[in-house]
């Protein structure tokens, strides 16, 4: 079954850009992951699902300064010209047809 | 637009059984590839799977959960319902009720039902 990882901690200055990093079990290299925020205090939030190709589906509302990217096993997500508001958590998901997985998570801190 | 919310007791004592209803809009969970589930989140840790329910009653539960949980569906009322049995401080967490769609992974999220499991 896949299992994701993110590093813990991350950060940005005002205007810059930062980005996170997901990364794939051993065998799960070709799998869809979707990336959700979590700001201090509030539900989670669906951004976008990015595939193995590197083509990504965000959602409704969300500001074109995010966008994702794969790389092997690893997924992305980008955030340019970071916004104080982009201080949150970030999670990646993904699943199979016995598995529904989430990583631990990536702390943004905008500087 | 899409909108679930959850409903259900705030707080809870050791070895009862919790009962979350989520009441969603905006789409119906007869369509294929539509699910709705659960996810919890303890405070200040990370997401965790508790269930999903599926378009065709497929039902999914985290392994570690499973003994304990059962989650069925109201097509007709637009609700899930999920029981979590024998519950214990450490389930101590926000449920969150999630729209799924297949290919997309969790597409919306409910505000969420904080509940304390407490004497």
């Known amino acids: 079954q896949p299992v994701l990882t993110q590093s813990s901690s991350a950060s940005a200055s005002l205007g810059s850009s930062v980005k996170l990093i997901c990364t794939l079990s051993?065998?799960?290299?070709?799998?869809?992951i979707a990336w959700h925020q979590q700001q201090p205090g509030k539900a989670p939030r669906y951004l976008m699902k990015?595939?193995?190709?590197?083509?990504?589906n965000k959602g409704s509302g969300v500001p074109d300064r995010f966008s994702g990217s794969s790389s092997g096993a690893d997924r992305y997500l980008t955030i340019s010209n970071v916004q104080s508001e982009d201080e949150a958590d970030y999670y990646c998901?993904?699943?199979?047809?016995?598995?529904?997985?989430f990583g631990s998570g990536t702390k943004v801190t905008v500087l | 637009q899409i909108t679930l919310k959850e409903s259900g007791p705030t707080l809870v004592k050791p070895t009862q059984t919790l009962t979350l209803t989520c009441t969603f809009s905006?789409?119906?969970?007869?369509?294929?590839?539509?699910?709705v589930g659960w996810i919890r989140q303890p405070p200040g840790k990370a997401l965790e799977w508790v269930a999903l329910?599926?378009?065709?009653?497929?039902?999914y539960y985290t392994p570690s959960l499973k003994s304990r949980l059962t989650i069925s569906k109201d097509t007709s009322r637009n609700q899930v319902v999920l029981t979590m049995t024998n519950m214990d401080p450490v389930d101590t967490a926000t449920y969150y009720c999630?729209?799924?769609?297949?290919?997309?992974?969790?597409?919306?999220w409910g505000q969420g039902n904080l509940v304390t499991v407490s004497s």
């Open positions: 999630v729209y799924r769609l297949n290919g997309y992974g969790v597409r919306n």
């Open positions: 905006g789409f119906s969970l007869t369509t294929t590839g539509v699910s």
């Open positions: 329910i599926y378009w065709d009653d497929d039902r």
């Open positions: 051993s065998g799960h290299s070709n799998f869809i």
């Open positions: 990015v595939e193995g190709s590197g083509s990504y």
């Open positions: 998901e993904t699943w199979d047809s016995n598995t529904h997985v």
